[in-house]
């Protein structure tokens, strides 16, 4: 399995930016001959300005998964070059706020891991298992 790892500069919040580019380095990766791409720890949302955020601005950021449009544009961008993206975001659920990341592949999020340590921000809660999963056998 050829895995191709990307980080870039996300602008803070700007997740059509950011998965913008996650498009465009997922096409430089498929082009390139990986057969899958992860992208680095809340790459939709970017990281360092979450840390200053009320939970009011920390809450209107995060989305649910996989209902959320940044989960649908991620599996969006898995099925346009038919691989797996894996990549970040700020997750809302039942009221709490993750550090998530997930894997898009074949129309669903296969795999969704919550952070088990999450200190970026007291207001994001911590997971409670780690994620094993299968991927292209």
Known sequence: MKISVAQFQPKDGDKKYN????????????TGGADLIT???LSITAYT???????????????????GESSKQLIEIS???????????????KGEIYNTYICAFKGNIVAKYRKLHPFINKHMSAGNEYIVFDLLG
């Open 19 to 30: 998965l913008s580019v996650i498009d465009k380095l997922t096409e430089r990766a498929k």
């Open 39 to 41: 992208f680095h720890e």
């Open 49 to 67: 300005h979450i840390k200053n955020l009320e939970l009011n601005e920390i809450t209107i950021l995060a989305e649910q998964i996989p209902d």
């Open 79 to 93: 099925a346009k070059y038919n691989m797996p993206v894996l990549a970040g975001l700020a997750e809302i659920d």
